[in-house]
């Protein structure tokens, strides 16, 4: 079955850390996306990429940082420089008249 | 920042027909409206796409006015489980492609 995979599906970081959440998809999509959500609230963009080894900065990009490399993956790392990381992270892909497919997502706490 | 703006929540009861919905004023010629239901901890679910008139599948129905400044959706007959976060998403594309959630529309079904 085509689709995203998020992993882990949780995930624990320590402060100081760096940690990289993996998102793959087999969907053939271009587009693909990496969103926040914070309790109660609605998602945020934090990063996206249209192509391959292009990608460009969303709403609260600081902190975070992303590559692609390849057309199906579109990690996210999550740097020391992210002061408040504790959230629930989506990854989203696309093709180019909306149809989006998001994953399952990633809950990351800092211990 | 073009967004699209839905009631932040909805009450309703077992059985009743539900209608949200969503304004989008600066949406582009290209554009399609997506609406996607989220539940707790989850990534959000497609429910229904479309681009002008009306749009029926066997969730729901999308109604969209000749200007397409706006979008209804309309849920038959909602149960409990239909108790979530509805969006309604518009890529703007005139905003190079940017895939931005408005605040979401949280429906609570009571029995």
């Known amino acids: 079955d085509g689709g995203i995979t998020q992993s882990p599906k949780y995930l624990f970081r320590k402060e100081g850390q760096n940690v990289t959440l993996s998102c793959e998809q087999n969907?053939?999509?271009?587009?693909m996306y990496w969103y926040r959500q914070d309790p109660g609230q609605g998602l945020r963009l934090i990063y996206y990429?249209?192509?391959?080894?292009?990608?460009q900065k969303g709403d609260i990009a600081e902190g975070y940082s992303v590559s692609r490399e390849k057309k199906e993956s579109f990690p996210l790392t999550v740097t020391s420089a992210q002061k408040n990381p504790t959230a629930f992270y989506l990854c989203?892909?696309?093709?180019?008249?909306?149809?989006?497919?998001f994953g399952s997502g990633t809950r990351l706490t800092v211990v | 920042l073009a967004k699209t703006t839905q009631p932040i929540s909805m009450d309703s009861y077992e059985g009743q027909e539900v209608n949200i919905t969503c304004s989008h004023n600066?949406?582009?010629?290209?554009?399609?409206i997506t609406w996607y239901q989220q539940f707790p901890s989850q990534g959000p679910r497609f429910i229904i796409q479309?681009?002008?008139t009306k749009v029926t599948n066997e969730v729901a129905s999308l109604f969209i006015p000749a200007d397409r400044k706006s979008s209804t959706l309309s849920l038959p007959r909602v149960s409990l489980s239909d108790t979530a976060v509805y969006y309604c998403?518009?890529?703007?594309?005139?905003?190079?492609?940017?895939?931005?959630f408005g605040q979401g529309t949280e429906l609570s079904v009571k029995p």
């Open positions: 998403l518009v890529p703007f594309y005139n905003q190079g492609g940017k895939l931005i």
């Open positions: 990429s249209q192509i391959v080894n292009d990608f």
């Open positions: 989203a892909s696309s093709i180019s008249d909306g149809g989006y497919t």
């Open positions: 479309g681009y002008k």
């Open positions: 600066n949406i582009a010629t290209n554009d399609y």
């Open positions: 969907l053939n999509h271009d587009a």
